[in-house]
């Protein structure tokens, strides 16, 4: 499919890299005509009269083959110079969708193009904040391992992060998250992804243990250290020590009396809070949420329920191990499972090939994502390092969470399976995303500022 | 620059290594372990089609179909289609006001959805069907759909034939491996329940592929594991049907029974239990309320089937049978003697009679003398020979066994009685360890604790005319395709009394003959042919009251080579002569000659439908529910 094998004047392009990319996106092609497919019709006319889904994927990935040859062509010098100036055009296209943006779907962050297709800048914006990631650590005088420029590049990830909640597009906001990876691997202090975790775990804790009983275990738990730690530690730190530890047990006490239910009452809509209560199976009150409170007054607030993530397994559950076979899968035909071509494709392929499939179709991405560390690890230049392993984080989130959402092991977010789901915007961003870190590679004896 | 933090690069890889192997367990458990999701993926996506096969047709016995299958429509609607419809004129056509229409159609979409076609008005009626056939293109979304239900095509035998209905979950948790789904439909009642198995056929089963709002996408895997419906197979019944119809136009207006066999076969040729109702009345929309209607509001019982579901004293029928057994024992002969002055008093208590006079056993059948057979009976209870009332009474009753009575016949119906044959353990709780033949004295005059069913009767008039053999009663005589499930090989088996001489049952028929001539039943001769009968008249009281003896008349003919053998009884119709003789006699001669000759003989048939001999105790009753209810009119409707 997007075999550049002509571009012979292109020397140390991985191919290794465009072969997976080349196969996942053929997959994506095959599970979006398997989502469309209709017993009985003239699916050879279909592919090519470009009304369907599946033929207007097969467009998308002939335009990113052109975009990916155009890529691989360029001088790799380019995407230094302009990788700040990029990022503030995207920032300020993210911008630009407060006045100009479309409503799909309930987010407001699509740019309405000529012809019928939409842009959207916050997944544009990933490439450029790679980009601009990747420029910051690898300037000369940034000492990664001091605080500020810490703060400053956790501030260029966070921003179109920030930009994206506004818009309501909670998932592509927890994708710049994801530039923790590359971050930590650059020097980042572990301390920062285990104070998250200790915070994530507090977070669930807190939803699936009842309020006062996670209170009390808590306190016994502060005060089990305090016991134990008075005789190890020498009397003059005592003091500070039984401090500190109170100091944190009033932190957790807090956030899970008052911060969490406070975020799931207040900040977050009532569909978000009942997708992430649903994930560990107990039902969410909508009456406590104050925004579907606002939004329907008078009205008895709708309980929306876990139809997504019902239908969504019982597609991936009923594949068994070795699947219903290729087109054969009742519960796509049917269309049981919502957004299916998009968000939700990776339960055709599990319904169809079953886990044999899906052992398979996983293992490509984990090899996918390895080369690309393997990549990114031999580089000489910190700027391609950055960038590469940018690109692998994000492809990593993606795949996780889009595949953690389909089998109820995450709330449901709106983040679409890299390559392999319907939609130009997503396939061209991973498209510019991968060839540019090809390109890099290409000229990875070279040192890039 | 690149060897410094290069460890972390193993941190990142273990972190990408971690969450694909907490993928994978997820998968594990949602596609290896857990069956939950198939079972509820196949919920979802399969529409399951059952196509239901014809019930098998009943044929008489000259291969005319008497329950046989025809196309009903029913009106179904897909609500989510019907937006363009002229409420007004469906409304019109089929009778309803709007507001009925309204509340139908969202009870149909509350039940099954707006996507899913649901049905409207199930069973239209002929003149509804043909005006909406018409008028179809001005009723989008809605449709016609046919299918097969049951017609009774001679508005008869509706107590035999029985009548389908769906099944509820009783029946399931009775039935639970029999393939039986809600929304089947089973034979309840008659032969449309005793022979179920075969009538049913076997269901087609279509799997169809629908998608999320319930619509048919196509079938699954183009059908391959669909299965064809096998309609149910044909019966071939005894009953002649013309027979059938004259004897239920005869028993108008009575309550009672009457049963003819072929004494040949043991077939039963017609079986009527009166009163009877259209049978087609169980079939229509108004199914329902015509169910009720006879179930609860009729005090006559008509759903009864008593030709099999009685019991009866058999009065003085049995007495034919007292004397078969008294001269077989040997206590009496055929110069036996026995005078009459118009009761028995032997045993201290007066029995009435209605012949005066010195009788042998020949006139004191065509007599029905009283004291004659109380002396016989006697006779067998005290023979000196053996000497132990016990034991004679158990000889007594093996023949009666012999002949088929005290234990179910076998009848291919539901729910046939045994009748009674009382033992000597019985008596012995009642009056003690020496209980006298005077005791049970009522026994020799069939009444007392002697009960049959009028099948039974019937069969024992086929006996005598038989000369001690015959075959089951039965009602179908093959299977078309043949008899897979051994249901008739019992009634080709040849049945046999206790060794009983011929010359006894030359002097019985002698007996009976003379019944028809110059005897009890001399009103109910038929000109030409040699009918041997026996009339029967037996005292009843309901609920203290008094009142009319019922009617019994047990007859075979002709009797030189008996064809037919018949039970006839009216309940509370007083003197067995004037309604179940006469009655015996028409159907005979139908029988026999295929037509009633001369319009002397055809007036009577007039003369006796048109006579009421409903039992006053159960008029009273129905006209207290009339106002309720009107069964009663209802029956005299033609078919809607």
Redesign the interface.
């Known amino acids: 499919m997007n075999r550049k094998k002509n571009n012979l004047a292109v020397e140390g392009i991985d191919y290794t890299v465009i072969w997976l990319y080349g196969a996942l996106v053929t997959i994506g092609i095959l599970c979006v005509f398997m989502v469309e497919y209709k017993a009985g019709s003239n699916w050879i006319a279909t592919f090519l009269g470009g009304k369907a889904n599946y033929s207007k994927q097969l467009i998308f990935a002939g335009v990113c083959a052109l975009l990916a040859t155009f890529i691989l062509l360029t001088d790799s010098k380019i995407f230094t110079a302009f990788a700040n100036l990029s990022y503030v055009v995207g920032i300020l296209l993210m911008l630009a969708t407060f006045v100009l943006g479309k409503n799909i779907n309930g987010s407001k962050s699509w740019i309405p193009l000529v012809g019928g297709f939409n842009l959207q800048p916050a997944e544009l914006c990933k490439i450029f904040t790679s980009l601009a990631i990747a420029k910051f650590i690898s300037r000369q005088e940034v000492d990664f391992s001091n605080l500020k420029s810490q703060l400053i590049a956790g501030l260029i990830a966070l921003t179109p992060a920030a930009l994206s909640i506004l818009q309501h597009e909670l998932g592509l906001a927890l994708v710049y998250l994801s530039l923790l990876i590359a971050m930590f691997r650059e020097g980042l202090p572990a301390q920062f992804l285990i104070i998250g975790s200790c915070f994530g775990i507090l977070s669930l804790a807190t939803l699936i243990v009842e309020r006062d009983a996670l209170t009390i275990t808590l306190t016994i738990l502060a005060g089990l250290i305090i016991f134990l730690a008075y005789r190890q530690v020498r009397k003059k730190q005592k003091l500070v020590t039984i401090t500190a530890i109170l100091a944190i047990w009033i932190l957790c006490v807090g956030v899970q009396r008052f911060v969490v239910p406070y975020v799931f009452n207040n900040v977050l809509e009532c569909y978000q809070s009942t997708r992430i209560y649903s994930m560990v199976g107990k039902d969410y009150d909508c009456s406590l949420n104050k925004k579907s409170n606002e939004k329907t007054t008078g009205k008895a607030a709708r309980k929306p329920d876990d139809y997504n993530v019902r239908q969504s397994k019982i597609a991936i559950g009923s594949g068994g191990f070795f699947g219903r076979g290729f087109l054969k899968g009742t519960q796509t035909r049917g269309k049981y499972v919502p957004e299916q071509d998009t968000d939700f494709i990776f339960t055709s392929l599990g319904e169809a090939f079953g886990f044999v499939g899906c052992a398979i179709f996983l293992g490509l991405y984990l090899f996918f994502l390895f080369r690309i560390i393997r990549i990114a690890e031999r580089q000489r230049s910190t700027f391609s390092r950055v960038y590469a392993y940018c690109v692998a984080s994000i492809l990593f989130f993606h795949i996780a969470v889009n595949v953690s959402m389909t089998i109820g092991l995450f709330p449901i977010v709106g983040i679409t399976l890299p390559l392999i789901s319907y939609g130009g915007s997503s396939l061209l961003t991973f498209t510019v995303l991968i060839f540019i870190m090809l390109r890099l590679d290409a000229d990875r004896q070279m040192v890039l500022r | 620059?690149?060897a410094?933090?290069?460890n972390?690069?193993r941190?990142?890889?273990l972190?990408?290594?971690g969450?694909?192997v907490?993928?994978?367990l997820?998968?594990?458990n949602?596609?290896?372990f857990?069956t939950?999701?198939?079972m509820?993926?196949?919920n979802?996506?399969?529409y399951r089609k059952v196509i239901y096969p014809d019930r098998g047709i009943i044929f008489d016995r000259k291969k005319r179909a008497i329950l046989e299958n025809t196309i009903s429509y029913d009106l179904v609607v897909i609500p989510a289609e019907s937006k363009g419809t002229d409420t007004l004129a469906l409304c019109t056509l089929l009778n309803i006001d709007t507001a009925t229409y309204k509340k139908r159609m969202r009870d149909l979409i509350f039940k099954n959805g707006s996507v899913k076609p649901s049905v409207f008005e199930s069973l239209l009626t002929t003149e509804n069907f043909a005006r909406l056939n018409e008028n179809m293109y001005r009723f989008p979304g809605f449709s016609l759909s046919e299918r097969s239900v049951r017609s009774y095509p001679y508005d008869c035998g509706a107590a035999l034939l029985g009548y389908t209905a769906e099944v509820d979950t009783g029946f399931l948790r009775r039935h639970k491996d029999e393939g039986y789904e809600m929304g089947d439909y089973f034979g309840t009642t008659g032969l449309e329940n005793s022979y179920e198995k075969v009538l049913m056929g076997q269901r087609g089963i279509k799997r169809f592929?629908?998608?999320?709002k319930g619509r048919i996408?196509?079938p699954?895997?183009k059908g391959e594991f669909d299965t064809l419906a096998i309609a149910g197979k044909n019966l071939y019944s005894s009953i002649d049907v013309e027979l059938q119809q004259l004897g239920e136009k005869l028993m108008q207006n009575k309550v009672g029974s009457i049963v003819a066999i072929d004494t040949k076969t043991g077939g039963i040729i017609c079986m009527v239990s009166a009163p009877s109702y259209n049978p087609n009345y169980l079939t229509g929309n108004q199914r329902k309320k015509h169910l009720v209607d006879m179930m609860y509001f009729d005090p006559r019982k008509p759903l009864l089937n008593r030709a099999v579901s009685t019991t009866y004293s058999p009065g003085s029928t049995f007495k034919t049978l007292v004397g078969i057994i008294a001269m077989a024992e040997g206590v009496i002969d055929d110069q036996s003697t026995v005078s009459c002055g118009g009761s028995y008093l032997g045993c201290g208590r007066k029995m009435g009679c209605h012949a005066v006079g010195t009788f042998t056993l020949k006139p004191a059948i065509s007599k029905s003398c009283n004291s004659y057979f109380a002396v016989a009976f006697r006779r067998i209870l005290d023979n000196a020979k053996i000497n132990n009332r016990d034991v004679t009474l158990g000889l007594f009753n093996e023949y009666a066994y012999s002949f088929g009575l005290g234990k179910r016949l076998g009848v291919d119906l539901p729910s046939e009685r045994m009748g009674n044959i009382p033992t000597a353990n019985y008596y012995q709780k009642i009056f003690g360890k020496n209980w006298q033949a005077c005791n049970i004295i009522s026994n020799s005059i069939g009444q007392g604790e002697i009960t049959t069913t009028l099948t039974q009767l019937a069969n024992v008039m086929a006996i005598i005319a038989n000369k001690g053999w015959y075959y089951l009663p039965h009602l179908i005589d093959s299977v078309e395709g043949g008899d897979d499930y051994q249901m008739l090989a019992r009634f080709k088996v040849k049945q046999r009394t206790k060794n009983i001489a011929e010359s006894i049952f030359e002097e019985v028929h002698e007996g009976m003959q003379g019944t028809m001539e110059f005897g009890t039943g001399a009103a109910a001769k038929v000109p030409g042919i040699n009918v041997c009968g026996k009339t029967g008249t037996v005292e009843n009281a309901y609920r203290g009251e008094s009142l009319k003896d019922h009617a019994f008349f047990g007859a075979f003919a002709p009797r030189e080579n008996p064809r037919i053998a018949i039970a006839v009884m009216c309940e509370n119709a007083g003197y067995g002569a004037t309604s179940a003789a006469p009655i015996a006699s028409l159907l005979i001669e139908k029988y026999l000659r295929d037509s009633i000759a001369g319009p002397e003989r055809k007036a009577k048939i007039e003369q006796l439908a048109n006579m009421n001999l409903i039992p006053p105790q159960m008029t009273r009753l129905m006209k207290k529910e009339a106002p309720i209810k009107k069964p009663v009119s209802k029956k005299k409707e033609p078919k809607a």
């Open positions: 620059m690149s410094f933090n290069q972390r690069s941190i990142v890889q972190i990408f290594i969450a694909f907490l993928i994978t997820q998968l594990i949602l596609q290896v857990s939950k999701y198939k509820a993926a196949d979802n996506a399969f592929i629908r998608d999320n996408q196509g699954w895997e």
